[in-house]
T-cell receptor
Framework: GEDVEQSLFLSVREGDSSVINCTYT??????LYWYKQEPGAGLQLLTY?????DMKQDQRLTVLLNKKDKHLSLRIADTQTGDSAIYFC?????????????FGSGTQLTVLP | DTGVSQDPRHKITKRGQNVTFRCDPI?????LYWYRQTLGQGPEFLTY????????KSRLLSDRFSAERPKGSFSTLEIQRTEQGDSAMYLC???????????FGEGSRLTVL
C-alpha cells in the first residue's frame, strides 16, 4: 500500500537488536500490526498496538508508536537466525464493518551468523 | 484454535482456465477475508464476509472473480478465465472476535502460464 512505507532490507548480526521502521500517512488508524512471513508461508501475527498507546513490549519484541510523526517501529532484541523473514507493517483502515488492513511492502530481515 | 486451512497450496494453470481456492477456518469465525499478495508486495484486501454475507469487495476484484461462503463456515474464491496478472498468493484470514486480531492461512499460490 502506498500509504504504508517500509525500507526493503535490513541485515543484522546474530545477537544484535533489529529495528524495523514503518511510516504511514493516514492518522485515522485504530490498530497497527506487525506480521512476519517466512519463505513460502502465510503471515504470522507478531504483535499489534492500539493507536492510543505509545509502546508495547512482548518478550523480545518492542513496538514503538509515534503518532505525531506517524512512525511505527518494531525492535527485536537478541536477534536469532530464525528471525530471518519478511516483516510487514499494517494499519487498520476504518471501512464500514470490515477490519481492512493496508500493508507495507515488507522489510526483508537477514540475520548473519 | 484460530487456524485457517487453505487448499490447494499451489495451483499451476494455463491462461484462460478457471481455478477455485478453498478456505476452511478450523473453528467458527463470523468474519472471513480474502487478500491477494503479489511478489515483493504486501497483501491487498479483496473481499470480506460476515457469516455468509459478502459485505465488501475491493476494486481489485474484477468480474472474473467470485467468492462465496454458503454456510458461513468455509469459503471459496473462484477466478474465471485466468490471466497471467492473476498470478499471486491468495490468502484467507479470519477475525478473532475476542481480540480483534486477523489471522491468516498459509495461502494458495496461483501460477498462470
Amino acid at each position: 500500500g502506498e500509504d504504508v512505507e517500509q525500507s526493503l532490507f535490513l541485515s543484522v548480526r546474530e545477537g544484535d537488536s533489529s529495528v524495523i521502521n514503518c511510516t504511514y500517512t493516514d492518522s485515522s488508524s485504530t490498530y497497527l500490526y506487525w506480521y512476519k512471513q517466512e519463505p513460502g508461508a502465510g503471515l504470522q501475527l507478531l504483535t499489534y498496538i492500539f493507536s492510543n498507546m505509545d509502546m508495547k513490549q512482548d518478550q523480545r519484541l518492542t513496538v514503538l508508536l509515534n503518532k505525531k510523526d506517524k512512525h511505527l517501529s518494531l525492535r527485536i532484541a537478541d536477534t536469532q537466525t530464525g528471525d530471518s523473514a519478511i516483516y510487514f507493517c499494517a494499519r487498520e483502515i476504518p471501512s464500514g464493518s470490515a477490519r481492512q488492513l493496508t500493508f507495507g511492502s515488507g522489510t526483508q530481515l537477514t540475520v548473519l551468523p | 484454535d484460530t487456524g485457517v486451512s487453505q487448499d490447494p497450496r499451489h495451483k499451476i494453470t494455463k491462461r484462460g482456465q478457471n481455478v477455485t481456492f478453498r478456505c476452511d477456518p478450523i473453528s467458527e469465525h463470523n468474519r472471513l477475508y480474502w487478500y491477494r499478495q503479489t511478489l515483493g508486495q504486501g497483501p491487498e484486501f479483496l473481499t470480506y464476509f460476515q457469516n455468509e454475507a459478502q459485505l465488501e469487495k475491493s476494486r481489485l476484484l474484477s468480474d472474473r472473480f467470485s467468492a462465496e461462503r454458503p454456510k458461513g463456515s468455509f469459503s471459496t474464491l473462484e477466478i474465471q478465465r485466468t490471466e497471467q496478472g492473476d498470478s499471486a498468493m491468495y490468502l484467507c484470514a479470519v477475525l478473532r472476535s475476542n481480540t480483534g486480531e486477523l489471522f491468516f492461512g498459509e495461502g494458495s499460490r496461483l501460477t498462470v502460464l
